[in-house]
């Protein structure tokens, strides 16, 4: 409601799962969409956008183009176009932010030059630049400590320690992210493919070891992985940091130019367990601005000068080569820059959060009572300068003993793969680890069909080769024959692309338009569409073939197709569920 009486409003916007706002934008978004807001309710109003999109995705910055028209649909005035940060570009987000940025300053100090009194490119003394930082750590006696703690395997306890490291973080986790939904417990650790193959995809099962969590087919896990105890002690040794200590962590705010503590009832909680649970110390990389804060610390005068260097806009690219090429964690650059003495408080506020990773399930509950099935492709990879790299998840799942009862902090959410009836025809694309969620949906129909007829599944698999990851093949290949869901006796099928197979690649768009034919049939029978799988190119590939089908079988001009195709989105029978 204020938005009308604001003179000059910069948003900058990210795009979540497939071209959807963020949650901390979706009451915002909402209320932009009310049809009562005339086109002259934003007049006078000035605004920039900058969106932060991955062009791997098919939506690539889908919000910030949609909030973009929406504000200009309204009256208000673009300062500048709008900018579009792309995290697949070899200089990340600033590669665009950096030009955008300058553009902005220079046309806010031409509308006003009380934006920049001393002028857009005034250089602040460097420690009021950096200014505060924006949390502070209370270090609390330990003699008002020992009466908490009570054994480490208390489920209870593990649950309230996430929930008060979590809570107190820095890292934008919504609030039912702190406390897990549950803790699971490995019960099987299964490779699906050639040892050798180059490729290491991996079949997990868990049982619920708390209360148990209903979920349906095409619903998403999330876990919290474990942290490398060696990479976490040195980390707090490098920062000469007490592990043991007890501390709180409160944001500072300001308030009319003025800082203030929001101090709330936060539990004390030990350090360690605080980095533990809360900075990826050992895996992700930091930010640009980490490097300039550091700048800012370093007492050694050759150190702070390729600080310095690294983040001025000539030394982006050799940043980029040094930090996210070489995927250099936090604790990697500390140890090459050992003059920087970072205080605590910064280092809470720029080491990356240690974020959930999400999978898609691979399980019907109805088939798996007190389960659920991930499948993981364990990610590994050499970077330019030759060092093993991998990914902190999927190589902590693949490492975990299903003997040793670890338990494992989990999340349900709701995925974009809505749970299909059973009288609905389905026409499944899954390569690769795609697959995992039409497993659990195999499963569900295959139960169905025990007390009703249940519609077709045809299912389109690519992998590489037939003998090497070939994922869950007696699976499908026995729900293929026999009258099974899958089989043609039921008017489904099950087709597969092993693209190195033969000296011409062959992909699971090659599939389907050898059986254009049969998808369009059961189009025209009111099938829907479910993709998953890599963001990268197969979306978008599989999409155009799904255009050039209904434009070949139904006689339509290729334009029609597409639109087409969109409605049939907009129907809710056309789903995407991809992952980079």
């Known amino acids: 409601s204020s938005l009308p009486h604001e003179d000059t409003i910069i948003f900058v916007v990210s795009t979540t799962g497939q071209g959807d706002t963020p ?21 006078g109003v000035r605004y920039a956008v900058f969106g932060l999109g991955d062009s791997g995705y098919q939506k690539y910055n889908f919000v910030a183009k949609k909030l973009d028209k929406r504000l200009s649909d309204l009256g208000a005035m673009a300062i500048v176009e709008k900018g579009l940060g792309d995290d697949q570009h070899p200089s990340g987000y600033e590669a665009a932010l950096d030009p955008w940025m300058s553009s902005l300053w220079s046309m806010l100090n031409q509308i006003n030059h009380k934006f920049f009194p001393q002028g857009p490119d005034f250089m602040i003394p460097d420690m009021e630049l950096i200014g505060q930082p924006k949390v502070q750590i209370t270090y609390h006696g330990i003699d008002k400590m020992d009466s908490q703690i009570p054994p480490n395997s208390d489920l209870k306890w593990i649950e309230m320690q996430i929930e008060r490291a979590r809570s107190m973080s820095t890292g934008k986790f919504t609030h039912d992210k702190n406390r897990p939904n549950c803790f699971l417990k490995m019960i099987k650790n299964q490779p699906l493919t050639r040892a050798g193959c180059g490729k290491d995809v991996r079949h997990f099962e868990f049982e619920f070891v708390s209360s148990t969590i209903e979920y349906e087919v095409g619903d998403v896990l999330e876990v ?29 705010e300001m308030n009319n130019h003025l ?37 800012y610390f370093a007492t050694a005068p050759h150190e702070k000068e390729r600080l310095q ?36 408080e910064w280092l809470v506020q720029l080491v990356p959060p240690l974020k959930t990773r999400a999978f898609s399930i691979s399980s019907s509950p109805s088939a798996h009572s007190n389960q659920v099935h991930l499948t993981v492709s364990v990610v590994s990879w050499t970077t330019p300068f030759k060092r093993k790299r991998s990914g902190l998840c999927s190589a902590w799942l693949a490492n975990l003993d299903p003997e040793q ?32 969620p039409f497993r659990g949906f195999v499963e569900e129909r295959v139960i169905q069909s025990e007390s009703s007829a249940t519609a077709p599944v045809l299912f389109f698999f690519g992998c590489r080769n037939e003998n090497s990851d070939f994922l869950y093949r007696d ?29 011409q690649k062959v992909y699971v768009q090659h599939k389907m338009r050898e059986n254009s034919h049969r998808i369009w049939n059961l189009l025209t029978e009111g099938a829907a569409i479910y993709v998953a799988g890599s963001s990268t190119k197969m979306p978008s590939d599989v999409l155009s073939v799904f255009e050039d089908i209904v434009s070949k079988e139904g006689g339509h001009p290729r334009e029609s197709a597409v639109r087409w195709l969109r409605a049939l989105e907009k129907a809710g029978r056309y789903h995407v569920e991809a992952w980079s």
């Open 23 to 43: 949650d901390s934008m979706k009451v915002f978004w909402k209320s932009l969409l009310q049809r009562n807001l005339s086109k002259h309710w934003l007049e």
């Open 224 to 252: 919290l992985p474990s942290q490398n105890q060696v990479a976490v002690d040195a980390f707090i040794q490098r920062c000469n940091l007490d592990p043991d200590a007890f501390i709180t962590v409160n944001p500072i």
């Open 259 to 295: 800082l203030y503590t929001c101090t709330s009832a936060n539990v004390p909680i030990k350090l360690k367990t605080f980095v533990e649970l809360t900075m990826d110390v050992a895996s992700a990389s930091p930010r640009r601005y980490f490097f300039e804060v550091m700048s």
């Open 309 to 344: 260097y690294f983040v001025s806009p000539e030394g982006r690219d050799d940043l980029y080569q040094y930090n996210q090429k070489e995927r250099r964690s936090v604790l990697e650059v500390l140890e090459d820059f050992p003059s920087v003495q970072m205080p605590f």
């Open 405 to 436: 009862s670890i338990y494992i902090p989990a999340w349900f959410q709701k995925g974009t793969l809505s749970p299909p009836p059973p009288s609905l025809p389905l026409i499944l694309i899954g390569p690769g680890t795609g697959c995992a």
């Open 475 to 503: 699976f499908w290949l026995s729900h293929s024959q026999n009258g099974g869901v899958l089989s043609e006796a039921k008017g489904g099928g099950l087709l597969v692309a092993f693209s190195r197979d033969q000296a």
